[in-house]
C-alpha cells in the first residue's frame, strides 16, 4: 500500500438548513459584550457568511484541550473492553467520558501497531476533534504540511523527530468536516502498574495526530 493513501475522500458541503435558536430566558440581563457578540452572530448567519452549526462547533473546539484526548488514550491502554468500543464506535466511547461533539460530526480513532503508524491531515483546511485535542496548532492548518504530509509523510514526521522504520507501513488519512480523526499511539514500554492518570500524561497532542510518539516515564520525571 502506497504510504500516502486516503480512507476518505473530502467533503465540506453542508444542509441548507438553519437549527431552531432559543432566544435567552427572559429573566437573564446579557452584558453589552455579549448583546454584541450575538448581534454579530446573527449578522454573519443572516449573510450566508457562517453557519449556525459551525458557531456552536467553533465553541466546543475552544472549551476542549489535549489533555481530553489524553485521557481517553490512557483509558484505552488500561481498560481493553473500552479500547474495543473506541476503535468500534469512537464517539460513543469517548461520549461515557463526557466528551461530546457538536451536531453530526463524526469521530475515528486509529490504532498505531508496531506493523502500521497514522498520521492526520486536513488536505483542504483544517478540520480536527477539537472536543478532544483542542485547536489546531499552526503547523497542521498550514499549506506546506496538509500538501506535504500527502506526499513525503516519512520526510514530514522526520522533521518533527520521528522516524519510522521502513518495516511500518505509514496510512496517511484525510479528515473532513463531517468525519475527525484520532490516533491511539502504542503504550510506551515500561509503563506497567502506572495509574490511568500517570499514563495521561505520557501523551502529547502531538503523538494523537501522528507527528510523534508517546513519552517514556523517565521523560516525564526529567
Known sequence: ???????????????NGH????????????????????????????KGIIEPHEIRRRVEEQRGSPMNGARVVARAW?????????????RSAVAEMGFEFP???GLVVLENTEERHHLIVCTLCSCYPGALLGPPPDWYKSLPYRSRAVNEPRS???????????EREVRVVDSTAELRYMIL?????????????????????DSMIGVAEPMSPGMVQA
Request: glycine share 6%; aromatic share 2%; net charge negative.
Open 1 to 15: 500500500m502506497s504510504d500516502h493513501g486516503h480512507d476518505h475522500d473530502h467533503d465540506h458541503s453542508h444542509g
Open 19 to 46: 437549527p431552531h435558536r432559543h432566544p435567552p430566558a427572559p429573566d437573564i440581563e446579557l452584558s453589552d459584550r455579549a448583546k454584541r457578540s450575538l448581534a454579530i452572530q446573527e449578522l454573519l448567519v443572516e
Open 78 to 90: 488500561v481498560d481493553p473492553e473500552f479500547k474495543q468500543r473506541l476503535l468500534a464506535d469512537a
Open 103 to 105: 451536531d453530526d460530526t
Open 156 to 166: 514530514v514526521m522526520s522533521e518533527f523527530g520521528l522516524e519510522i522504520g521502513d
Open 185 to 205: 499511539p502504542k503504550r510506551p514500554a515500561g509503563t506497567e502498574g502506572m495509574s490511568e492518570d500517570e499514563l495521561a500524561q505520557l501523551v502529547p497532542r
